[in-house]
């Protein structure tokens, strides 16, 4: 059981998604007690050019009171709308040494990306989000731009390829929806005996679906039908060599905001 209140990271490059991915973040928040951290960081090479030292020092300093400012434009009214405080930090400097380096000093418990519509798995360029796959063991959720989480709204959950985990945020995140779950399943997946007691166990709906070059876009569109607004995936399984759809595909494919497990 969680003593302390859980840490939501929430990573951005400032596009016209990221109120999007702000505001899933203060949903996800209201529902498990969470502070939020806001963090962003930008590339030297999109600060200075070749500009003598003096002069780029102070293109910095300028560059550092517009990336506050713009940060704060967008951040403060949310805060103040949904009533819950948000930090905010950012730096200059190589993006996957910055967020690692920020990472490792804050210790999230979940990190909460934007991914674009554009189906590139790139959320601030370098294939961040793979990058973050590899250094947060914990969960991370990917927010869809056209399928974000509103605050004080009750969620629409679906499992994909699901079995119960020990992970109190996903359980206590569940538990917030009288909903039934809904659980979309690849039938020759379907051979854990943990996962048909949890279904079994619980209030589920389930959709099975042949394995196929097409399965990932059939559950998606089942996904839109029904309504689904977040979707639980547990990553490591969906890793293993028993299944063909690596968790790259399954981010790429899924028009849904995903909570990757562990």
Not at 25 to 38: M, T
Not at 206 to 235: A, C, H, P, Q, T
């Amino acid at each position: 059981m969680k003593i302390n209140k859980y840490k939501i990271l929430v990573l951005s490059d400032l596009n016209k998604s990221t109120s999007k991915t702000i505001k899933s973040s203060i949903s996800l928040a209201k529902i498990v007690d969470a502070d939020v951290n806001f963090f962003y960081v930008k590339k030297p090479t999109e600060v200075v050019e070749k500009e003598s030292q003096l002069s780029a020092m102070r293109t910095i300093n300028k560059e550092y009171f517009s990336i506050d400012k713009k940060i704060k434009s967008i951040i403060g009214p949310m805060s103040e709308e949904y009533k819950i405080a948000i930090n905010h930090t950012f730096s200059i400097g190589n993006l996957k040494n910055e967020i690692e380096k920020h990472i490792e000093e804050t210790k999230p418990d979940i990190i909460v990306l934007g991914k674009r519509k554009s189906k590139t798995v790139s959320f601030i360029g370098d294939n961040i989000t793979s990058f973050i796959l590899k250094k947060h063991k914990g969960p991370i959720v990917i927010i869809d731009d056209k399928n974000e989480l509103e605050p004080n709204k009750e969620l629409s959950l679906g499992l994909f390829n699901y079995s119960k985990t020990d992970d109190d945020f996903s359980e206590n995140i569940k538990r917030s929806t009288q909903n039934p779950l809904k659980a979309f399943n690849i039938a020759n997946n379907l051979d854990s005996s943990n996962n048909k007691t949890f279904l079994k166990d619980s209030e589920t709906v389930e959709y099975v679906f042949s394995e196929g070059d097409n399965v990932l876009k059939n559950i998606s569109n089942y996904l839109l039908k029904s309504n689904v607004n977040l979707l639980f995936v547990n990553r490591q399984k969906n890793n293993s060599n028993s299944i063909k759809q690596n968790i790259k595909d399954v981010i790429n494919k899924l028009d849904c905001s995903l909570i990757l497990t562990t």
